[in-house]
């Protein structure tokens, strides 16, 4: 393994995360790349790249931040997947594993090889002629204050029925614990091949959640008296709003490596995280029911190694 990217969260301070890393490659002199547009961001030591050539050049990748940022790490090598490790600096991630202090272990079982990958599938939409790929899901919202989603749903060519709603949510397997959930469709186990149609808030037609195959090719048309639809790929806006069109969508098996250390920790902590997500209470209300020793603890970067 000669070098690594890194995809950084665009908001978070990642100063101390990076440096971790920065250490950990200068002692066993590894090459770090980054996106250009991030350079400013890092330190001189870290190579700034084209954003297209930085999964190219790189034997694996570091997503620092949340499940948003592990996803675009995700969709950045889906031609030429290459293993991703996650550092947890969001609020609930479900895809990241590691949180910084455990940091200078994993990238040195990084290197040694002791883990194992995790693959995930990804949606392969064209949406109106345009490719693109979606690891979580992709929505069609409508515009508020103009009316609702009204779209077709056909599959494999044969029509279904229709959708009157506020969206119409496509996810896969790891996407049915997001907007999908928030919808109110089912938690698809990620060991599942299949792909779930969900409309939030729906006024008429189809009213609940559909499961299909992988092997099913699925096409959402806009009706003439649709409100103007905004298409979102893994929560990301990818075209503006718009009142005709389609969106066809497939499933693409192995299009994502997400690296894991510990696969039964990492489950552990998803079913906890799905239990507080479900809990009536603002963070500040959970942490009162913590142990008070627990409390006290604060996470803490490590220091210079």
């Known amino acids: 393994m000669s070098g690594l990217g890194l995809v950084l969260h665009p908001t978070r301070d990642v100063t101390e995360v990076v440096g971790i890393i920065e250490r950990w490659a200068k002692r066993h002199h590894k090459t770090l790349m980054v996106r250009e547009e991030d350079q400013h961001r890092v330190s001189s030591c ?6 297209d050539e930085v999964a190219a050049r790189a034997d694996a990748l570091i997503s620092v931040g949340g499940d948003g940022t592990m996803l675009g790490a995700l969709r950045s090598a889906v031609l030429d997947p290459k293993p991703v490790l996650g550092v947890h600096l969001g609020r609930v991630g479900f895809l990241v594993e590691i949180e910084p202090p455990e940091l200078p272990e ?20 064209d949406v109106c002629g345009d490719d693109v790929v979606a690891f979580n899901d992709i929505a069609l919202v409508r515009q508020p204050g103009s009316g609702f989603v009204n779209v077709t749903l056909a599959i494999d060519g044969q029509q279904y029925g229709y959708y009157r709603c506020d969206a119409v ?8 614990t997001a907007y ?31 499961v299909l195959s992988p092997s099913e090719k699925i096409r959402l048309e806009l009706e003439p008296d649709s409100s103007p639809v905004v298409v979102e790929m893994d929560g990301l806006v990818f075209r503006d709003p718009a009142t005709e069109g ?7 098996r192995n299009a994502g490596l997400v690296v894991r250390f510990d696969p039964l920790r990492y489950q552990e902590r998803n079913q906890l995280k799905m239990t507080l997500l479900d809990l009536p209470f603002l963070p500040e209300q959970l942490r009162e029911l913590l142990p008070e020793e627990l409390r006290r603890t604060q996470r803490e970067i490590p220091p210079p190694c």
């Open 46 to 51: 870290i190579v700034p790249v084209p954003e």
């Open 106 to 125: 994993a990238l040195s079982r990084l290197l040694s090889k002791e883990f194992t990958i995790e693959s995930h599938a990804c949606l392969a939409c």
């Open 169 to 176: 949510v496509v996810s896969t397997p790891i996407g049915s």
């Open 180 to 210: 999908s959930y928030a919808a109110g469709g089912p938690l698809i186990s990620p060991a599942a091949d299949s792909m779930v149609i969900t409309p939030s808030a729906p006024m008429a037609g189809i009213s609940r959640s559909v």
């Open 246 to 252: 389609a969106v066809e969508i497939s499933y693409r």
